[in-house]
């Protein structure tokens, strides 16, 4: 379906040309005119002239009036009208020559039209069409990081790009207008819909409906960097040109294997092709740790070169970290989905599959069954907010959702994600092939272990692949099935073909279809440990804690630890540092409840709750008690964002603030108060504020004037550079600090001249401020 435009409404091109025909025309007389004209001729006995003079009037004030209310339709049919002849066009000319660009384009659509959703497809016969289900996602974070404050400012003139719920098709717009927005990264964790997004932007280009987004005309190549880590990691990697020739056009199709023209991926970069190239990076985070710098540097290097074609790169916060490259020039984050997006997604989701299994007679019956269960699962989603809520906010975790309860509406949703991992391992390993007639050669339970053996041996690698061979000796000296007296081969075909736990996305190589299921899979193996591997098994987890490929082998690993195992294992991490001990909180949430735990339990798990609470600051405390008073700030920011679930490179706005915890707020004010003798802190900041009038409007004498007394503020509109302030309490003004700089990225000019702080973005940094204070202020500060 069209993606949702900007809030913002910009008029289509034959609404202009009516408008300016409005303004022109009707408003300067000309109906007027020809009245006066009429009025004349009939004075003069000329009566058929003078009719003629009103009739035309009339008709030119009707058509430009009509005009303008059809315009927005009209519009979209020249839209179809053009794509329709330019598709039937290029169709013909295909068939008088080879149409190399067009055959790409259809290669390219086909392999993006089914709805695989990464990580969870557990029905061939029920995969859904890509474009039936696709659900918008909203995106942020457009100007977080820029490092100019002109370009800041210039940004946030722009609505559309101040809003929290952007679209991919205008950042694509954007890229004509703007060379930044040539450069993205998108990022969210695991199963936020970031393969399925670059997916249908690669769809629709591919099939020219890009007209429909109003987005510019632009050739996709879909690169997932884990098929290619093999050529990126040489000490001589192919260049981006020759890697589109000789590695991915060849692989679009093995049957029908096209052949491009002599620098035909050349031209299309540096945009002398019939349209510039749009770029898509996916998954940088997938590359082995390793070689993730060498291939950031050369990435970055092919951005350089080709200034005209439109890069994105998609990565799971933690991995990007390993970027140390040049970034791309604007950071983009997946929000998660709400609840209008929830619903939409199930009910595409629901209406396909029902349709899928019925003949064309039977639609209207499909579409009653599939609005009965759409609304049965909701009013379960409804109910269980508190329970299900983060599951369902994951649209890969509401695929499963949708699909656990599907196969029996009967059957309680599952409360937390390790049940959720092992109600649908179960489904595909066990209840689906019952209910397709198809025998197993395992039961279920000695599938999965042989399944957990695999994982677990990827997850100590570090990798998310394994070859053919060495999948097939591990299964052949598998006890379980050498016991069983089951083939390797079979087994291997069984577990892809039906239960589609592992997929082969390149011949010879598999995989788990989701990072998360291989950490599934990895941590019960680890949980699931005999005694005298229990010690080892824990001991691993904990240094690999703060490994991003580990995160979930690590979250589903404590959701299965016995109450006093958690607790060794916690205690340690929260050893770790501040963010380790975020982790730690994470694991804690998680961590399953039964109705009835006994007293000690409890206690166990507040205490721990407790003890990872306070390990979040310990690292802020150290900076304090040093008097490094920059980087405490950068962490306070830090921390911050995590109380609102946005990660470090993201930006803090004032609408955040809502989400603010009273006890964090209070044991970061405690410290700054305590380390800097009463000079710094957020009640320091409040009693000034309402030492000034506790101002409100911006730009009033009291605003300015609490700019002023807590050093941000120049005089004569201009706020001071964060370079600029002091940032020692010895020499400070009273509240200079927490500032929150470090999410807006005002710094120098390219020449390294200070300048004045553009005022809207002097004022955001006082918004912020004034949220925090009122938020403190009920917090009891």
């Given at each position: 379906?069209?993606?949702?435009?900007?809030?913002?409404y910009?008029?289509?091109?034959?609404?202009?040309?009516?408008?300016?025909?409005?303004?022109?025309?009707?408003?300067?007389?000309?109906?007027?005119?020809?009245?006066?004209?009429g009025?004349?001729?009939?004075?003069?006995?000329?009566?058929?002239?003078?009719?003629?003079?009103?009739?035309?009037?009339?008709?030119?004030?009707?058509?430009?009036?009509?005009?303008?209310?059809?315009?927005?339709?009209?519009?979209?049919?020249?839209?179809?009208?053009?794509?329709?002849?330019?598709?039937?066009?290029?169709?013909?000319?295909?068939?008088?020559?080879?149409?190399?660009?067009?055959?790409?384009?259809?290669?390219?659509?086909?392999?993006?039209?089914?709805?695989?959703?990464?990580?969870?497809?557990?029905?061939?016969?029920?995969?859904?069409?890509l474009?039936?289900?696709?659900?918008?996602?909203?995106?942020?974070?457009?100007?977080?990081?820029?490092?100019?404050?002109?370009?800041?400012?210039?940004?946030?003139?722009?609505?559309?790009?101040?809003?929290?719920?952007?679209?991919?098709?205008?950042?694509?717009?954007?890229?004509?207008?703007?060379?930044k927005?040539?450069?993205?990264?998108?990022?969210?964790?695991?199963?936020?819909?970031?393969?399925?997004?670059?997916?249908?932007?690669?769809?629709?280009?591919?099939?020219?409906?890009?007209?429909?987004?109003?987005?510019?005309?632009?050739?996709?190549?879909?690169?997932?960097?884990?098929?290619?880590?093999?050529?990126?990691?040489?000490?001589?990697?192919?260049?981006?040109?020759?890697?589109?020739?000789?590695?991915?056009?060849?692989?679009?199709?093995?049957?029908?294997?096209?052949?491009?023209?002599?620098?035909?991926?050349?031209?299309?970069?540096?945009?002398?092709?019939?349209?510039?190239?749009?770029?898509?990076?996916?998954?940088?985070?997938?590359?082995?740790?390793?070689?993730?710098?060498?291939?950031?540097?050369?990435?970055?290097?092919?951005?350089q070169?080709?200034?005209?074609?439109?890069?994105?790169?998609?990565?799971?916060?933690?991995?990007?970290?390993?970027?140390?490259?040049?970034?791309?020039?604007?950071?983009?984050?997946?929000?998660?989905?709400?609840?209008?997006?929830?619903?939409?997604?199930?009910?595409?989701?629901?209406?396909?599959?029902?349709?899928?299994?019925?003949?064309?007679?039977?639609?209207?019956?499909?579409?009653?069954?599939?609005?009965?269960?759409?609304?049965?699962l909701?009013?379960?989603?409804?109910?269980?907010?508190?329970?299900?809520?983060?599951?369902?906010?994951?649209?890969?975790?509401?695929?499963?959702?949708?699909?656990?309860?599907?196969?029996d509406?009967?059957?309680?949703?599952?409360?937390?994600?390790?049940?959720?991992y092992?109600g649908v391992?179960k489904?595909?390993?066990?209840?689906?092939?019952?209910?397709?007639?198809?025998r197993?050669?395992?039961?279920?339970?000695?599938?999965?272990?042989?399944?957990?053996?695999?994982?677990?041996r990827?997850?100590?690698?570090?990798?998310?692949?394994?070859e053919?061979?060495?999948?097939?000796?591990?299964?052949?000296?598998?006890?379980?099935?050498?016991?069983?007296?089951?083939?390797?081969?079979?087994?291997?075909?069984?577990?892809?073909?039906?239960?589609?736990?592992?997929?082969?996305?390149?011949?010879?190589?598999?995989?788990?279809?989701?990072?998360?299921?291989?950490?599934?899979?990895?941590?019960?193996?680890?949980?699931?440990?005999?005694?005298?591997?229990?010690?080892?098994?824990?001991?691993?987890?904990?240094?690999?804690?703060?490994?991003?490929?580990?995160?979930?082998?690590?979250?589903?690993?404590?959701a299965?630890?016995?109450?006093?195992?958690?607790?060794?294992?916690?205690?340690?991490?929260?050893?770790?540092?501040s963010?380790?001990?975020?982790?730690?909180?994470?694991?804690?949430?998680?961590?399953?409840?039964?109705?009835k735990?006994?007293?000690?339990?409890?206690?166990?798990i507040?205490?721990?709750?407790?003890?990872?609470?306070?390990?979040?600051?310990?690292?802020?405390?150290?900076?304090?008690?040093?008097?490094?008073?920059?980087?405490?700030?950068?962490?306070?920011?830090?921390?911050m964002?995590?109380?609102?679930?946005?990660?470090?490179?993201?930006?803090?706005?004032?609408?955040?603030?809502?989400?603010?915890?009273?006890?964090?707020?209070?044991?970061?004010?405690?410290?700054?108060?305590?380390?800097?003798?009463?000079?710094?802190?957020?009640?320091?900041?409040?009693?000034?504020?309402?030492?000034?009038?506790?101002?409100?409007?911006?730009?009033?004498?009291?605003?300015?004037?609490?700019?002023?007394?807590?050093?941000?503020?120049?005089?004569?509109?201009?706020?001071?550079?964060?370079?600029?302030?002091?940032?020692?309490?010895?020499?400070s003004?009273?509240?200079?600090?927490?500032?929150?700089?470090?999410?807006?990225?005002?710094?120098?000019?390219?020449?390294?001249?200070?300048?004045?702080?553009?005022?809207?973005?002097?004022?955001?940094?006082?918004?912020?401020?004034?949220?925090?204070?009122?938020?403190?202020k009920?917090?009891?500060?």
């Amino acid at each position: 379906m069209p993606e949702e435009e900007s809030s913002k409404y910009s008029p289509t091109t034959i609404e202009k040309v009516f408008e300016l025909l409005d303004t022109k025309l009707v408003t300067f007389g000309v109906p007027g005119a020809l009245s006066f004209v009429g009025i004349t001729k009939a004075k003069e006995g000329q009566w058929v002239e003078a009719g003629w003079c009103w009739a035309g009037a009339a008709g030119i004030l009707i058509a430009i009036k009509i005009g303008k209310k059809l315009a927005p339709k009209l519009d979209q049919l020249l839209d179809w009208t053009i794509a329709g002849v330019e598709q039937g066009l290029c169709n013909g000319w295909s068939a008088v020559r080879s149409d190399f660009e067009g055959q790409y384009l259809r290669q390219q659509a086909r392999l993006c039209e089914e709805f695989v959703a990464e990580g969870f497809n557990p029905d061939r016969t029920a995969i859904p069409l890509l474009e039936e289900v696709f659900v918008p996602l909203d995106l942020s974070g457009a100007w977080a990081n820029l490092d100019n404050p002109r370009e800041i400012a210039k940004l946030q003139q722009d609505a559309a790009l101040r809003s929290e719920n952007l679209s991919i098709w205008h950042l694509l717009a954007r890229s004509r207008k703007d060379r930044k927005f040539r450069q993205m990264s998108i990022q969210a964790k695991g199963g936020m819909g970031k393969t399925t997004l670059l997916r249908h932007v690669a769809l629709i280009y591919g099939q020219r409906k890009h007209r429909k987004y109003h987005a510019p005309k632009l050739v996709p190549v879909l690169l997932r960097l884990r098929d290619l880590t093999e050529h990126l990691t040489q000490s001589q990697p192919p260049s981006l040109p020759n890697l589109i020739t000789e590695v991915y056009v060849p692989s679009l199709s093995k049957n029908q294997p096209l052949q491009p023209p002599d620098q035909w991926a050349e031209k299309l970069l540096a945009g002398r092709g019939s349209a510039p190239a749009l770029v898509m990076f996916d998954g940088f985070d997938e590359i082995p740790e390793g070689n993730r710098q060498a291939v950031s540097r050369w990435i970055t290097a092919q951005m350089q070169e080709y200034g005209e074609s439109v890069f994105i790169v998609t990565s799971r916060p933690a991995g990007f970290t390993d970027y140390v490259a040049q970034r791309p020039a604007i950071p983009i984050f997946v929000k998660k989905f709400n609840l209008q997006q929830q619903q939409e997604f199930i009910h595409r989701w629901y209406l396909c599959q029902e349709q899928c299994f019925r003949s064309e007679k039977q639609l209207r019956h499909a579409k009653e069954i599939a609005t009965e269960r759409v609304e049965h699962l909701l009013s379960q989603l409804r109910q269980r907010r508190n329970e299900l809520g983060y599951l369902a906010e994951n649209p890969l975790l509401l695929n499963m959702l949708v699909t656990f309860h599907r196969f029996d509406p009967s059957v309680e949703l599952p409360r937390y994600r390790i049940d959720l991992y092992r109600g649908v391992c179960k489904l595909q390993l066990e209840d689906r092939p019952k209910a397709r007639l198809i025998r197993m050669l395992l039961p279920f339970e000695k599938s999965q272990k042989v399944l957990q053996t695999i994982a677990s041996r990827l997850i100590e690698r570090n990798q998310l692949k394994i070859e053919h061979e060495i999948l097939l000796k591990i299964l052949s000296q598998h006890q379980i099935l050498q016991r069983e007296d089951v083939n390797a081969e079979a087994f291997l075909k069984q577990v892809v073909e039906v239960s589609e736990l592992l997929v082969e996305r390149e011949p010879g190589e598999y995989e788990f279809p989701h990072l998360s299921f291989q950490g599934f899979f990895a941590a019960t193996q680890l949980a699931e440990a005999d005694d005298a591997e229990a010690a080892h098994n824990n001991q691993l987890v904990l240094q690999n804690w703060n490994q991003a490929v580990w995160r979930e082998t690590v979250l589903l690993y404590t959701a299965q630890l016995s109450p006093k195992l958690l607790d060794q294992t916690i205690q340690k991490a929260c050893e770790l540092g501040s963010e380790a001990s975020e982790l730690a909180i994470l694991c804690l949430r998680e961590y399953p409840r039964p109705e009835k735990f006994s007293p000690d339990v409890i206690d166990i798990i507040n205490r721990l709750e407790s003890v990872a609470k306070d390990s979040q600051y310990t690292k802020l405390e150290k900076l304090l008690q040093a008097g490094q008073w920059e980087a405490a700030d950068k962490e306070t920011y830090r921390l911050m964002l995590r109380m609102v679930d946005k990660e470090s490179s993201q930006s803090l706005r004032p609408e955040d603030v809502q989400g603010f915890s009273c006890e964090v707020l209070q044991t970061i004010d405690e410290l700054w108060v305590n380390y800097s003798d009463g000079k710094f802190g957020f009640s320091v900041q409040r009693k000034i504020w309402q030492e000034c009038g506790s101002p409100s409007e911006e730009n009033s004498k009291n605003w300015n004037a609490f700019g002023r007394c807590i050093g941000w503020y120049r005089g004569w509109g201009s706020w001071a550079l964060y370079q600029d302030l002091v940032k020692n309490p010895l020499y400070s003004t009273a509240g200079e600090l927490p500032c929150f700089d470090w999410g807006l990225g005002w710094t120098t000019t390219d020449s390294g001249i200070p300048e004045a702080m553009p005022v809207d973005v002097g004022f955001l940094r006082v918004k912020l401020v004034r949220e925090i204070i009122a938020c403190t202020k009920n917090c009891g500060l």
